[in-house]
């Protein structure tokens, strides 16, 4: 949920959005306590507070009009869409390199750092995803990627996988070489960006190397 929209400015505006900020944080610790030993648990958990959420809450991307009916949409879980993928770390910028600008559904852009990539041994091949790191805002590893599903049952420009920035995420640890990390990505927990409930929100998006030339038919759905 790396997103942004404009609001008034007041001091309620700024605490309702730290508020968001804050539950969004809390649900993912709880999820990434839960998972360790029931992700089935977890999932729903997360899916049940997550509705809620955009539902109820004033920051939530979902128009006002629309909340009170809000119901969300998930894929089936699949446990063979849960990987620990260490991260290969990728090669220095050049010293003269600008920063990195992911596409942006908005009009503003968010700079970004390549820091490295995973490879993903899914069922027909394997395939790999870029790591990015958000230079700006509150900071944190993104990772958004594109699909099959995009255009179809999942918002035309990507979901997130990760997104760091406000919490959400499901944990890393050391590789087991000790010199990378390994993160814990887990589709089922793909999340529509804000941008998908609403266009005034300005979404960075997954750029070409993020697509991925399959279907992943797990985590929230729009149809």
């Known amino acids: 949920m790396t997103d942004w929209v404009p609001g008034d ?13 804050r539950r969004v944080s809390t649900l993912y610790a709880e999820v990434r306590s839960m998972s360790a030993t029931d992700p089935v648990t977890a999932l729903a958990h997360w899916r049940a507070v997550r509705e809620r959420l955009f539902r109820e809450h004033p920051q939530s991307p979902v128009p006002v009009a629309a909340r009170a009916d809000f119901r969300a949409l998930h894929f089936d879980h699949d446990p063979l869409l849960r990987f620990h993928a260490v991260v290969e770390p990728a090669p220095p910028p050049e010293p003269d390199a600008l920063p990195l600008e992911l596409p942006n559904s908005g009009g503003d852009s968010l700079a970004f750092s390549r820091i490295g990539r995973v490879r993903l041994p899914f069922s027909d091949g394997e395939r790999t995803l870029s790591v990015f790191w958000m230079a700006g805002y509150s900071g944190g590893i993104f990772i958004p990627f594109r ?77």
Do not use: H, M
Request: aromatic share 8%; charged share 20%.
């Open 147 to 223: 699909d099959g599903t995009n255009g179809q049952s999942t918002y035309g420009a990507g979901r997130y996988l990760v997104d760091a920035a406000k919490g959400a995420d499901l944990g890393a640890a050391p590789g087991p070489d000790s010199a990378n990390w390994a993160l814990i990505l887990d589709f089922n927990f793909a999340a529509q960006p804000s941008c998908a409930f609403d266009p005034r929100w300005a979404c960075p998006l997954a750029p070409p190397e993020n697509r991925l030339d399959l279907e992943i038919r797990a985590g929230e759905r729009l149809t």
């Open 9 to 21: 400015g007041s001091a309620a505006d700024r605490l309702s959005l730290a508020d968001w900020r």
